[in-house]
């Protein structure tokens, strides 16, 4: 089976600005979690999308939203960018919730905002 | 509030040497544990996780409730062993938020 994929790779955008990241989970998986990564805050949890619909949302401003699409595949937003959201943005894929099941991470997408 | 704590930030043993990577969380509710690893220029993975209480490349971690931990460790730790290793925490039940450590480097010398 193909891995989770993640496009783009590496983005770099400006303060203000907007950014829409995608994955494309495994086939079969349903959930679709997205990380942000920092040297500074680790592994954060952003939200989780299960069947079209959140399930679980972390502790983050509503400038990140995010949306799960009927073929599983998921995108996240980013509205009015800021510097502290240079991140390394990563996107797992599960065949049912997170609660048992191993998580599959994407090679994530390195997002530098200057 | 849960939280997962990694105390070390790096550990350094020889090769042939015992590894113990430590971990404790805090839960309110029946947590479910994980270790993920990240080799050099791979993704995460997972190692194991405590549900299916099984040994993989040597590995072993125990949910002790009573210390609220989940070491990983392995007796003999060999060169391949280093890379990046995160304990996770998912709850059982109801809404829950999937809780990483920041993460222990393992360097395994020669």
């Known amino acids: 089976k193909a891995g989770v994929t993640q496009t783009p790779r590496y983005l770099i955008k400006t303060r203000g600005q907007q950014v829409t990241l995608s994955c494309s989970p495994i086939s079969g998986h349903r959930s679709v979690s997205w990380y942000q990564q920092t040297p500074g805050q680790g592994l954060q949890f952003l939200f989780e999308?299960?069947?079209?619909?959140?399930?679980n949302k972390g502790n983050f401003p509503g400038r990140f939203s995010g949306r799960q699409f009927s073929n599983s595949r998921s995108e996240m937003n980013v509205s009015t960018l800021e510097l502290g959201d240079s991140a390394l943005y990563l996107c797992a894929s599960s065949l049912e919730d997170t609660t048992y099941n191993e998580q599959f991470f994407g090679p994530g997408t390195r997002l530098t905002v200057l | 509030a849960q939280r997962v704590t990694q105390p070390e930030k790096l550990l350094s043993v020889f090769k042939g040497a015992p590894v113990e990577l430590k971990c404790n969380y805090s839960?309110?509710?029946?947590?479910?544990l994980f270790w993920y690893v990240q080799y050099s220029r791979q993704r995460l993975q997972l190692l194991l996780r405590h549900i299916s209480r099984e040994s993989i490349k040597g590995f072993t971690a125990d949910l002790n409730k009573g210390e609220t931990s989940f070491h990983l460790k392995k007796p003999f730790a060999q060169e391949e062993d280093s890379a990046m290793y995160y304990c996770?925490?998912?709850?059982?039940?109801?809404?829950?938020?999937?809780?990483f450590g920041r993460g222990t480097s393992l360097i395994v010398h020669p």
């Open positions: 996770a925490l998912s709850g059982s039940g109801g809404s829950y938020i999937p809780t």
């Open positions: 999308y299960f069947s079209e619909t959140q399930r």
């Open positions: 839960y309110s509710g029946s947590p479910e």
